[in-house]
């Protein structure tokens, strides 16, 4: 080595003084940050949310600081496999923040401050949607962030605004979401297990209603996490009722044949059967039934995938006549700003609000509503995360008292510490024939004008026989 | 054998004196060390693919298996034992090799090579995302690291420490890369990379050494798992997700078959330039970013099919070096 001349001694000399002069500054900066450092941390720490042109910060007396823009950050995957959904979230949340700026003329007790929608793509995994998050909050600090409809994407996205201190309405359904004691997490849409929970409690309702007695039910899901939990809200609520559950069973979305679970069902010969599909497999399941001459008093889908949406009546034809499906919106509620968003949406969109939108709908009233409290409440400070928590806990919406509760199934909206809404629950549509056409129809609770629930299916054998 | 050349590991202490110094130069900026930590611990995926697929020419497309079973165990064993990650680690990279051993001594013991080896690779990624999604295993449920920060558990409230145990990752990997390349394996791996039949003749224990080069590779991407979960906040079946494991692959051999700057050169500056049309483009116009992506892939792909190792080459020849191995 020594032959190689003093060249390269020369330049591992230079290199070695290169590397001690980075190190030199790192040691520096890390010296200035850290003097730095302690200033910035407590003034953020004590409102991090202030995203605002405020005139002062540190108001002693406690005037209203002036807010002119409130950032809500939107955090949907509006790429990848998932993008339907996030694409339609976008869609809503834009009307509703125009609605809101222009119609209701912005938050009027913060002096009429208009709301500005800041939306980045979740992508497709945890890290993407972790680093939309983090972009988000670094770069627009908004005071509150929705997202992001997926459950694993939700969970990444939490946890960057749990650590921000920024309040997070969360549009993924899962159970879990809420159950990890996080304390800035507000879910108004209903879990879950809330779907299979309301279809089990429309099945009984009818059966009550028509004198019927259900003892036996089968429960069929797909093997998602969000088919899981629905799955298992439904066999809670069905134990709980009395109803002995022959088998839950569960199968992967890709299935391509149906032959041996419907065996197991023809076996069990249940009163009715509650399913959880994603959508092509609900499209087999309805046809496989048909095929094989099952016929229980009522099968009822839950959990807002497949039997009731446009392609699946497209898809499986008279197979899904009669079979009803949970959603978290109903978009044929007949309260005045439901009917009014509805159309609305119809107009700018030109096609109906389903699901996405409609938790969108809601999510982004119930944070208008908010936001107006935390102006009367909290004048001072309004957008800190905490007085904003406690502004939400304190909420109680009705149809009488806001437009948030008129766009949600059960019209009433009330956080559990937990930020679950407490009287959560779905719409159920059901498909039927009107005028020779197939069409997914609203039946519970309350049916829309001139229809009137199937209940139950036409075709059961009676008691009887089963 | 030895780390080859002194102005190999020069460039190396430049290099991570450059990326030690990043988190103070984008201010502490979280998202920016975000984003940076995601990319060096992808350029660590990407130079430890280099091992199988750069020098030993195996299109190994199976990188989320190894990373997934080292991330989970790991997590496992400190979510239900207690274990720091920090023996935890060690442990998830032994599960890692262990695997790799099991796909890898019939895989090669039966000759199974070139597309059929990337066959059953990509699919070792699929039978474990359904082996995990049984019941029995993880089931379909998302899992969550314990709610605690700290040196004891790898998880911090801020990005900056995660960012520095990648980075010491990303030394020791490229120093097993060095080690590697300049050794009698490395000069036994690329002969096999070569012509494998040629090989074989002039006397190489082809198994053997191929077998060596994957458990190597097995273990660091089993290793560094758990630090890819820490990213990702939870784990589940789907962490075993194939697309991931595509891209890794896919960067390896942009950047150059067997070249450790291009492995990083381009996993840096892939996974970066993706990012970056995501978070400007992506909520915009959406899915634009995947086509640029797409179309940047095909430009490297049409002019520099070699990679962008290739590129360096190049540049070095104009400046008057002569490449020797880096």
């Not at chain 2, 890819?228 to 692959?249: D, E, H, K, M, R």
Request: net charge positive; aromatic share 10%; proline share 4%.
């Amino acid at each position: 080595m020594r032959l190689v001349s003093r060249k390269a001694i020369s330049k591992t000399a230079s290199a070695a003084i290169i590397v001690i002069i980075i190190i030199a500054i790192i040691a520096g900066g890390l010296a200035w940050w850290q003097t730095q450092q302690k200033a910035p941390t407590t003034t953020s720490s004590a409102s991090p949310t202030s995203t605002t042109k405020t005139s002062t910060t540190s108001s002693a007396t406690a005037t209203t600081p002036k807010i002119s823009v409130i950032k809500i950050g939107l955090v949907e995957p509006l790429t990848g496999k998932y993008a339907v959904f996030g694409l339609e979230a976008k869609e809503a949340a834009q009307l509703i923040v125009n609605i809101i700026n222009n119609e209701l003329g912005g938050i009027k007790s913060l002096g009429g401050a208009k709301i500005q929608l800041v939306v980045q793509d979740a992508g497709e995994t945890p890290d993407d949607a972790r680093l939309a998050a983090e972009k988000l909050i670094t770069q627009y600090h908004p005071t509150i962030i929705i997202g992001a409809y997926i459950s694993r994407l939700t969970a990444a996205v939490a946890q960057v605004t749990e650590q921000n201190h920024v309040i997070l309405f969360m549009d993924g359904l899962v159970d879990s979401l809420t159950q990890h004691g996080w304390k800035y997490v507000f879910r108004v849409a209903p879990k879950a297990s809330a779907h299979g929970k309301s279809a089990v409690d429309f099945v009984l309702d009818m059966a009550k209603k028509k004198g019927l007695k259900i003892k036996t039910a089968v429960v069929l899901h797909e093997d998602s996490i969000f088919g899981t939990y629905t799955a298992e809200g439904a066999v809670l609520e069905l134990r709980k009722n009395g109803v002995e559950v022959l088998d839950d069973i569960s199968y992967p979305d890709s299935i391509t044949d149906f032959s041996s679970i419907i065996n197991k069902v023809k076996a069990d010969n249940p009163d009715i059967i509650i399913t959880i599909p994603y959508f092509h497999d609900g499209v087999l399941f309805a046809k496989a039934v048909q095929a094989a001459n099952i016929h229980p008093m009522f099968i009822a889908g839950a959990g807002a995938c497949g039997y009731t949406d446009p392609d699946s009546i497209k898809a499986a034809g008279k197979a899904v006549l009669w079979y009803t499906n949970t959603y978290s919106y109903n978009p044929y509620r007949p309260t005045k700003w439901n009917q009014k968003i509805v159309k609305m949406f119809e107009e700018k969109y030109h096609k109906l609000p389903t699901e996405a939108a409609g938790i969108m709908f809601y999510t982004m009233m119930t944070i208008y509503e908010a936001l107006e409290k935390a102006g009367q409440m909290y004048p001072s400070n309004p957008l800190n995360a905490d007085n904003l928590r406690k502004v939400l806990l304190s909420l109680d919406l009705t149809d009488n008292n806001s437009i948030a509760a008129q766009l949600y199934p059960t019209g009433h909206i009330k956080f559990a510490p937990n930020g679950d809404n407490l009287y959560a629950g779905t719409a159920v549509l059901q498909v039927q024939m009107i005028n020779g056409k197939e069409v997914p129809v609203l039946v519970w609770p309350e049916p829309q004008p001139g229809v009137h629930p199937v209940f139950p299916r036409p075709d059961w054998h009676g008691s009887g026989s089963g | 054998m030895g780390l080859g050349t002194r102005r190999n590991l020069i460039v190396l202490a430049i290099i991570v004196a450059v990326l030690a110094i990043i988190p103070f130069a984008l201010g502490f900026n979280q998202y920016y060390i975000l984003l940076a930590a995601t990319s060096l611990i992808f350029a660590v995926f990407v130079i430890a693919w280099n091992i199988i697929g750069g020098y030993a020419g195996q299109l190994d497309l199976a990188p989320m298996a190894y990373i997934g079973v080292g991330g989970i165990v790991t997590a496992e064993l400190l979510k239900y034992y207690g274990i720091t990650p920090w023996v935890g680690m060690f442990i998830g990279a032994g599960a890692s090799m262990a695997l790799a051993a099991a796909v890898g001594y019939p895989t090669f013991r039966f000759g199974i090579k070139e597309v059929w080896y990337a066959l059953l690779t990509a699919s070792l990624v699929v039978i474990l995302n359904n082996i995990t999604h049984l019941p029995q295993v993880l089931g379909s449920f998302d899992h969550y690291l314990p709610a605690k920060t700290g040196w004891y558990y790898l998880i911090f409230y801020r990005y900056q420490n995660i960012y520095y145990v990648i980075l010491g990752l990303f030394v020791a990997t490229v120093l097993i890369n060095l080690l590697i390349s300049n050794s009698k394996t490395g000069y036994y791996l690329r002969a096999i990379r070569e012509d494998e039949l040629a090989a074989e003749a002039l006397g190489i224990d082809v198994r053997k050494y191929k077998l060596k080069a994957l458990l190597t590779y097995a273990g660091i991407l089993g290793f560094t798992g758990y630090l890819y979960i820490v990213l990702q906040g939870t784990y589940s079946y789907q962490t075993f997700n194939s697309p991931t494991s595509l891209s890794i692959a896919i960067m390896g051999i942009v950047g150059g078959l067997g070249s450790i700057a291009g492995a990083f050169t381009s996993a840096m500056f892939l996974k970066t330039v993706e990012e970056y049309l995501r978070g400007t483009i992506g909520a915009t116009i959406p899915g634009l970013y995947l086509l640029i992506y797409g179309i940047l892939l095909i430009i490297v792909g049409i002019f520099k099919p070699e990679g962008i190792a290739a590129l360096f080459n190049w540049v070095k020849k104009k400046v008057g070096f002569e490449n020797r191995g880096m």
